[in-house]
């Protein structure tokens, strides 16, 4: 049940006696019903985390590194590169839904700040109408007139306890939000192109490899085919050796239609067709910078993440919400007039006579509705406990995301000095191996040996190497890819302490 009370109706106007005798007992009960409808007792104690709550000394220690710019992409010497990312940040269906997303919040901004201030309307009506005999006496009943009405009116909620303020401020941090989330779009979306043109590139590598492979044995072949023509090896060694070059041209058309695939993959990412993938050129893919992490890199991820960036913003909406909410609880003052002529026939509208005045506040208090504005607050807090819990989980895997990245990196380089060194020998077998073959001075069963680690070992050592680009790639993108909340306008209020923010 809800209590409005006015002191004008439309044409009528209290006398100045009358608004006298009613302003104080009108402010009197509006005082006296204020207490009817409280939201004592409904609050939240959940806080949001900050950094230093978790231990990374170990995990993330600081190394004097610098985070990733947003031209992160030109460390890895391929303009392809740079070009492809640009084409697809564009281009992709992705983004544009991100900036849909951002553009509609960015339309709740403008509707939300009008209700700050007055508004006004006018009206213009005409209608024919026959009065009953049973209601007027002749001339009046029975006969058709024309009813002409114009009308101009205005209203200005005074929004006294700040409702219509923290729905401003709520529908602005919706926007920041979206806006956030619009640059985590474009971050994914970057470092998605990255590591997909390097399996291109790794799928190239390898490729290189299996043809090298076919010439090899290819060659082992041709020896196989003069031995055996001078007697010294059998044909099963003939035999063998035709089908090892079999195989290995077998694994160069697997690898061509695996880089396919990752073309045709390429063009989705674009926002464009599959044909533009075969259009890429082959990569050229640099070893790119040193890994170094920055200096408190706990504390400054908050800003350089645009997804914890857009999680804290939400946090910062749902408390504005419960702002409003509580603000229910309170009367509503309006004030509203309207001005305007009504007569029946157009030669008495533009007389003094028709003019029709009404001036004066509205107040809408609660008084008893049931527990419903009590039952909204605790949905609002709730929100609050949900959104600080997804900002908090934000901030736990962004966390762990960073010193998974950087152990898989460090791995990676232990791996691929070992890796790089089996090689160097194993090359240096397979090349011993194949000179005393070909001398005839080793059986082709010890070269095939030597060739099968060999093949194993560049294997290794080049799919290490591109696997410690694509983390360092998934490190740029778990250090932010390049945003920067303060440069965006995205920067979010600092942290509450305890419980301020939600009492």
């Known amino acids: 049940m809800t209590l409005t009370m006015t002191n004008a109706k439309r044409g009528f ?27 004592g007792g409904i609050h939240s104690d959940r806080q949001i985390t900050t950094p230093d709550q978790y231990a990374t000394a170990n995990s993330l220690p600081a190394q004097g590194g610098q985070w990733p710019s947003t031209a992160w992409t030109d460390q890895f010497g391929d303009p392809q590169l740079t070009q492809l990312v640009a084409e697809a940040l564009q281009g992709s269906p992705t983004v544009a839904q991100a900036k849909a997303r951002l553009d509609k919040a960015s339309s709740y901004v403008a509707a939300s700040r009008a209700t700050l201030y007055p ?3 006018g009206s213009v009506s005409a209608t024919r109408l026959r009065l009953s005999e049973n209601l007027a006496p002749p001339p009046f009943g029975g006969n058709w007139y024309s009813d002409f009405s114009t009308l101009a009116s205005a209203s200005w909620d005074l929004d006294l306890w700040g409702k219509n303020r923290a729905r401003v401020a709520q529908s602005v941090s919706q926007q920041k ?5 619009l640059q985590q779009a474009r971050v994914t979306l970057a470092t998605s192109v990255a590591r997909t043109y390097n399996r291109l590139a790794q799928l190239y590598a390898l490729r290189e490899i299996a043809s090298n492979e076919v010439d090899d044995r290819t060659a082992m072949g041709r020896i196989a085919d003069d031995r055996v023509a001078a007697g010294l090896d059998t044909n099963v060694d003939q035999q063998t050796a035709r089908g090892n070059v079999a195989t290995s041209r077998a694994s160069l058309s697997q690898y061509d239609g695996e880089i396919e695939v990752v073309r045709y993959q390429l063009g989705a990412l674009l926002g464009e067709g599959p044909d533009r993938g075969l259009k890429i050129a082959q990569p050229t893919l640099g070893i790119g910078a040193s890994v170094a992490l920055p200096d408190t890199l706990p504390a400054d991820l908050l800003a350089r993440r645009p997804d914890i960036v857009a999680a804290r913003w939400q946090v910062e909406a749902a408390l504005q919400d419960v702002k409003e909410a509580k603000a229910e609880f309170f009367p509503d003052v309006n004030l509203s007039a309207s001005l305007g002529l009504d007569a029946l026939g157009w030669g008495r509208l533009l007389k003094a006579s028709s003019r029709q005045l009404s001036v004066g506040p509205a107040i809408h208090l609660p008084i008893f509705d049931a527990g419903a504005l009590r039952a909204q607050l605790k949905g609002r807090y709730a929100d609050v406990d949900a959104d600080v819990a997804n900002y908090d989980q934000t901030l736990v895997n962004a966390l762990s995301e960073v010193a998974t990245q950087v152990s898989k990196i460090r791995s990676t ?20 191996a194949f000179g005393n073959y070909k001398a005839g001075l080793a059986p082709q069963l010890l070269v095939l040996q030597a060739d099968e680690t060999r093949l194993a070992a560049v294997q290794s050592a080049t799919n290490l190497a591109m696997q410690r680009r694509d983390q360092q790639m998934a490190l740029i993108h778990a250090l932010g890819g390049g945003f920067d ?3 965006e306008g995205l920067a979010t209020p600092e942290a509450s302490p305890p419980g301020a923010a939600h009492h």
Do not use: E
């Open 413 to 432: 380089d232990r791996q691929l000095a070992d890796a790089r060194q089996a090689q160097a020998a194993s090359t240096r077998a397979y090349d011993l």
């Open 177 to 181: 939000a979206a806006d956030a989330d």
């Open 119 to 121: 508004q006004a309307d």
């Open 13 to 39: 106007a209290s006398p100045p006696s009358v608004r006298r005798a009613v302003t104080p007992a009108l402010a009197a009960l509006v005082l006296a019903l204020g207490g009817c409808v409280n939201y």
């Open 485 to 487: 909340a303060q440069a």
